[in-house]
């Protein structure tokens, strides 16, 4: 199954704002509103940021938001911060029979 | 608290065999589809295979069809990966997670476990 696509690398300075695209197709992003987001620090394991598409899980920060339109779905960082430097991969739902496909990753730097 | 441990990982020849094990504690296992999700060094994650929660329905990537096969022991709240005829390409760690039935979304991870094929 082809992965999501994702810029390689996303950077900013501290206090912007940046967005990360992940794009499918009309079989799993454009067709399910089951976009998640996840956080991977280097040697962790990926942590849940982002929920259907625009939903936060306890815990996550109010800077993290979420977004969608057509076959693209999209991660903002608002006040962009030292600790937000991290790869973020997006995955989306594909069907009851289908395994979950995941995006290429993108590596947020702060500059 | 909501715990996943994966164990089983370790070196082994192409050709070769591992099963894999994911001991869930915290939370009620029954309740969650189950996915093993690989990532190979220096790359992206990539979703391996997943199970129902009570076994009946079960999706694997196309990349491990036939070779791996999934399974669960809800008595036992344990995940299971039977990795039969490995490739060196398979070569990664190996994290299991967890999917609320009737949600879309991985909400609590493991820390993995890694899986070297090598000669």
């Known amino acids: 199954q082809s992965a999501l696509t994702q810029p390689a690398s996303v950077s900013g300075s501290p206090g912007q704002s940046i967005t990360i695209s992940c794009t499918g197709t009309?079989?799993?992003?454009?067709?399910?509103?089951?976009v998640s987001w996840y956080q991977q620090l280097p040697g962790k394991a990926p942590r849940l940021m982002i929920y259907?598409?625009?939903n936060r899980p306890s815990g996550v920060s109010n800077r993290f938001s979420g977004s969608k339109s057509g076959n693209t779905a999209s991660l903002t960082i608002s006040g962009l911060q030292a600790e937000d430097e991290a790869d973020y991969y997006c995955?989306?739902?594909?069907?009851?029979?289908?395994?979950?496909?995941f995006g290429t990753g993108t590596k947020v730097t702060v500059l | 608290e909501v715990q996943l441990v994966e164990s089983g990982g370790g070196l082994v020849q192409p050709g070769g065999s591992l099963r894999l094990s994911c001991a869930a504690s915290?939370?009620?296992?029954?309740?969650?589809?189950m996915h093993w999700v690989r990532q190979a060094p220096g790359k992206g994650l990539e979703c391996v295979s997943r199970?129902?929660?009570?076994?009946?329905?079960?999706t694997d990537a196309e990349s491990v069809k036939g070779r791996f096969t999934i399974s669960r022991d809800n008595a036992k709240n344990t995940l299971y990966l039977q990795m039969n005829s490995l490739r060196v390409e398979d070569t990664a760690v190996y994290y299991c997670?967890?999917?609320?039935?009737?949600?879309?979304?991985?909400?609590?991870w493991g820390k993995g476990t890694t899986v070297t094929v090598s000669s």
């Open positions: 997670a967890r999917v609320k039935d009737g949600l879309f979304f991985l909400d609590v």
């Open positions: 915290g939370f009620t296992f029954s309740d969650y589809w």
């Open positions: 199970i129902k929660t009570d076994g009946s329905i079960i």
């Open positions: 009309s079989s799993d992003v454009g067709a399910y509103n089951y």
């Open positions: 259907d598409v625009t």
């Open positions: 995955t989306s739902y594909k069907g009851t029979y289908s395994p979950y496909v």
